[in-house]
């Protein structure tokens, strides 16, 4: 098999598309350039081999091509999506318009049943009673507001016609590999060639993705959406209805009981707020990128395959990459019948494509570039002045003095930083990964922070196993986020995951990607019930993984840290890290790069 190389003197940066190849991943400095169309995956590919940027790679580029035919196949797609989504919207208007007049007809039925009842003044004590009763029954839900709720959707479909179908999506593409085999470039070049053909787009990895959908799954069990909703839909119009109040209490409790039968499966309830704008006003396709699908658990089988399934059910398509086939996500056999549907949609919206190649081209990458000194190690007394000394240029050279720094995180959580300045900060270890944070911390220094020092990291072993579980997360988010990272270690990088004397790290359990405080409720009502609900135990999480599973995840943290110490990944830092971008919209702000 041909190796494939990178160039590493070579700049991008005066590239007229603002693209950016950092080994495996590509990037766009502004995702609202005035370009009109972006390579091809499969031109990019092929321009960048021709260059020698790349050496020529028969996987990639079979994958290159794969992805090339379906960005080929959205342009019509989306318009067909844009037809779709305004044929839509004039059903659902029109079937709410007829709803509404189908409601004022019952409520009118219904006064006027009341103004009859009352015109006879010698009803006797039964019957009055027998009048409650009637009256009580109109206005609590139950299985007669089930059926008059039934009754008036059926009327509703002969009146209005049913919804409008969806065109057929082209089907995605499910891309796995060994780790550093190119599966996560690849998407990345598929998803910025998609800007200008696809409005509605998202790229997500796991943790964040999954962090979403706990933020989503909280304000809809706390009510926050269905009350607005009720607000907008029902007090606007209902009060002002020429009824009494006991009427208008009924039509009331009829809209409440519609909002909550489309709120009952909270899980497509996310789903439709997923990818759609803050406006909530989707037209045309939606696509959506996914890194490194996982099923480390109960809750991510259940919630990945509910939200997926009404994703791809509503015409999204999906791009995803992981270390494993579809069907060997799932190797212990967890929520199997739930996880078998999963499957079943997968396979019926995505093409399964595997990238087989055995090498981690991460490492060839390092061989010839690893020039910049970002790793230290051991924890000798020589390494340790090197490492400090290292601490204080970066902020010598970032022009400011160090000061504390207190971070907002998800949940309405807050993240003390003690050492910070202009875009760096300083940690230790212990701090980081010794204590029950995860994944939403993470992603909030490493969104915050171009440059990150961590020091002290001990070797990994079975005593500190769920240490090693939060550092892999860690370095997931930084690498995500393109963060320069200074390391003072005990070990070589290859030596990390080692284990010690008191044990390796082999058949562990699951490293959390959320803390207990973010998701404990959450994942709690899924592994006790295997299912969604509001409610649940007190017990803590429990999440499976098999041996294998996480020792993939050793692989990639490694990988990863090997990639981050070249000079091709630091050159990127300044371009692609949030940080610059943000502070190249204020031209008074002074971002001379710390990155040597």
Request: proline share 3%; net charge neutral.
């Amino acid at each position: 098999m041909k190796k494939l190389l990178f160039c590493l003197s070579s700049r991008l940066s005066n590239r007229p598309s603002k693209f950016r190849v950092t080994h495996f991943r590509l990037y766009c400095d502004h995702p609202h350039s005035s370009l009109s169309r972006r390579p091809g995956p499969l031109a990019y590919y092929k321009s960048l081999v021709n260059q020698g940027k790349l050496k020529h790679d028969a996987y990639q580029e079979k994958v290159a091509f794969q992805l090339d035919n379906l960005l080929g196949r959205l342009d019509q797609y989306e318009k067909d999506m844009e037809e779709y989504h305004a044929n839509l919207a004039k059903w659902e208007e029109s079937r709410e318009n007829e709803r509404r007049r189908l409601l004022m007809n019952e409520a009118k039925a219904k006064q006027q049943g009341d103004a009859s009842a009352s015109v006879n003044k010698r009803r006797n004590f039964f019957q009055k009673w027998m009048s409650r009763l009637s009256r009580t029954d109109n206005i609590e839900p139950g299985v007669g507001k089930w059926v008059s709720y039934l009754n008036r959707e059926r009327k509703l479909d002969s009146l209005v016609g049913r919804r409008p179908i969806a065109p057929p999506a082209p089907k995605g593409l499910y891309i796995y590999g060994n780790v550093g085999s190119g599966k996560t470039m690849l998407m990345d070049m598929f998803y910025s060639a998609t800007e200008g053909i696809v409005q509605h787009r998202r790229r997500l990895h796991f943790h964040e993705a999954m962090l979403q959908i706990h933020d989503l799954m909280h304000k809809v069990w706390k009510g926050q959406e269905m009350e607005k909703s009720l607000q907008s839909s029902i007090s606007n119009w209902v009060m002002n209805l020429p009824f009494d109040t006991r009427i208008k209490e009924w039509i009331v409790e009829e809209e409440r009981y519609k909002q909550e039968m489309k709120m009952k499966n909270i899980l497509p309830a996310v789903a439709d707020k997923f990818l759609a704008d803050r406006q909530g006003h989707q037209r045309g396709a939606s696509i959506l990128c996914f890194d490194e699908i996982q099923t480390v658990d109960v809750f991510a089988i259940v919630a990945l395959s509910g939200i997926v399934s009404r994703l791809l059910s509503t015409g999204t398509v999906l791009v995803a990459t992981s270390n494993r086939a579809p069907r060997d996500l799932n190797q212990d056999g967890m929520q199997k019948e739930i996880f078998e549907e999963f499957l079943a949609r997968l396979e019926e919206h995505s093409e399964n494509i595997l990238i087989g190649s055995e090498i981690d081209y991460r490492r060839h990458i390092a061989q010839s570039s690893i020039d910049q000194r970002t790793y230290f190690w051991p924890l000798d007394s020589t390494k340790i002045e090197e490492f400090e000394n290292m601490w204080n240029n970066i902020v010598g050279q970032s022009g400011g003095s160090v000061t504390s720094q207190t971070l907002p995180v998800m949940f309405g959580r807050t993240l003390e930083v003690s050492e910070s300045c202009n875009g760096v900060a300083r940690f230790t270890f212990e701090y980081l990964c010794g204590q029950p944070i995860g994944a939403a911390d993470y992603i909030a220094i490493a969104k915050t922070y171009h440059t990150v020092f961590i020091s002290d990291i001990p070797v990994m072993s079975m005593r500190i196993r769920d240490k090693a579980r939060r550092f892999i997360t860690l370095i997931d988010e930084l690498y995500n986020h393109h963060c320069c990272l200074y390391c003072s270690a005990a070990a070589s990088v290859d030596d990390l995951f080692q284990g010690t004397e008191e044990g390796t790290l082999f058949d562990l359990e699951s490293f959390q990607f959320e803390t207990e405080i973010e998701g404990s409720k959450l994942r709690r009502d899924v592994l006790a019930e295997g299912t969604v609900s509001s409610e649940g135990s007190t017990t803590g999480i429990i999440s499976l993984l098999s041996g294998q599973e996480e020792m993939f995840a050793f692989q990639r943290a490694v990988s990863r840290l090997i990639e981050m110490q070249t000079s091709f990944y630091l050159e990127g830092v300044r371009n692609i890290h949030p940080y610059f971008q943000e502070k190249q919209t204020d031209p008074h702000m002074n971002i001379t790069s710390t990155i040597p």
